[in-house]
């Protein structure tokens, strides 16, 4: 089993399918910005038995970062665990995201 890297359009038609999100960011860049729905799991902290806490429904995940190389990298260490679950995720990050006039959310104060 392998991951698929997603462009942005497949990313949220795969997501508007359920797929859980998952940003492997740190969390003062979760705060600037993030998708809608997100769960924050840092890379540091990224493992299958985590992600299977997280999803017990077993659910397709999406996983990003900033600009696709720490979500690679997740994406990885996931298939290297033998996680079972479908695996993507968004190759040009949430920079792409956003370049593409995609929504996120801000937790921080103007």
């Known amino acids: 089993m392998d991951y698929t890297t997603l462009s942005i359009k497949d990313s949220v038609q795969i997501i508007n399918q359920g797929a859980l999100i998952i940003d492997v960011r740190e969390k003062h860049e979760y705060e600037q910005a993030h998708l809608e729905g997100a769960i924050l799991v840092p890379l540091s902290d990224i493992s299958a038995e985590k992600i299977n806490k997280l999803n017990p429904e077993n659910k397709d995940i999406i996983i990003h970062c900033r600009s696709g190389k720490r979500s690679k990298v997740a994406a990885s260490i996931l298939i290297g665990q033998n996680y079972q679950g479908k695996v993507y995720e968004i190759g040009d990050g949430i920079i792409g995201w956003i ?7 801000s937790e921080q104060e103007n």
């Open 99 to 105: 370049e593409s006039n995609q929504s996120v959310i």
